[in-house]
């Protein structure tokens, strides 16, 4: 029966089984790991996890066996922030970077999101899909079986649609499960120049309606910063879809300490993502709102910051928080949620199991799927992965090669793309 497998003697079945909600405080660290641990999925979905001993016992004589042979078994990691629909990459200005521009300097010389937005306005829909089709398959084979997935490189209707339809292309012929995000208030395109009221007029009257009526979207994202979307922008944009129906996510204090964390939380956004300089009274509106932090450490490593968000001082607030990878072709050019595990761990003083439970169940709760994912437990889909180490410490702790044997979305084997 497709989907329907056995798994038996992982050292460590790290099955984040625990209460119903994000987990906050010292929760962060409770992995629920049985030792010699076995799981058992039937049609996709998970029927038992248990010792091996236990499960070897009510093993239907139909299913297929996989022995773990002592490596750990854990869910599929998601990967709540992600732009993984764009139209070419950034290479030169990465050398540029290299040889001592900064991030900023090469904006204003025209690079940065606006020469994204023109190389993906010239490519076709076939051709976007076809680049992240592969992007797919890396982040597949970096244990990825979830991922939100943002527009945010068309800016005018049309391109929007044509990226938000991509995305639900990629969900047809990918094994990953990708969660669309509305991203058209990413950047002020070059058409709208000095006229950036017109363009939030565009959003809130135009786009936003459509998005919507075509049901191509969960969630409107923003991108509040300094030369992009001020406070009272952020304020029409996502109370427009909040009206719309649509959940809310925001880029905020990213660059600057702008309070786009307590915008964030007086908006009742789902998350605030990025928070690299977000003060002590800003992590107390994230968590008086009950907002999820999503932390980015990998747009920190890659653009040669070294001011990462304040993990610690969130965890000790009770936030319930979430680390993702940011992948897009500017600042995080990577799929990896295995590097940022390393990041969160050297970086931010996170330890293995606090980002373990960031990049799973938490990072589930932030995309609306805390009751289908995130978690090895009956009920929920049998997404999960084997990894050649014994201890699930060591995922944060080797860096830079892969050490993931095999990815299972919904009891079945992932490999690329089933165009
Ligand atoms: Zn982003």
Redesign the pocket.
Known sequence: MAGSVAILHASELVTLAGPARPRVGNELRELGIIRDGAILARDGQIKAVGPSEEIVRRLPNDIEVIDARGQVVLPGFIDA?A?PVFGGNRIDEFEMRAGGASYEEIATSGGGIRSTVRKTRAASEDQLLAEAQRRAAWFLRCGTTTMEA?SGYGLSLEEELKILRVIRRLNETTPIEFVPTFLGAHAIPEEFGDRPNEYVDCLVDEMIPEVVRQNLAESCDIFCERGYFNAAATRRVLGAARTAGLKLRM?ADQLTNSGGAALAAELGATTA??LEQTDAAGIAALGKANVQPVL?PG?VYAIGSTRYPQARTMIQAGLAIVLAT?F?PGSSPTPSIPMVLSLAATQMKMTPAEAITAVTINAAYSLGRGGKIGSLEPGKLANFLICEVKDYRELAYWFGLPLIEAVYVRGRRGSGVSA
């Open positions: 922030h732009h943002k880029h993502d990025h980015l747009s940011d897009n």
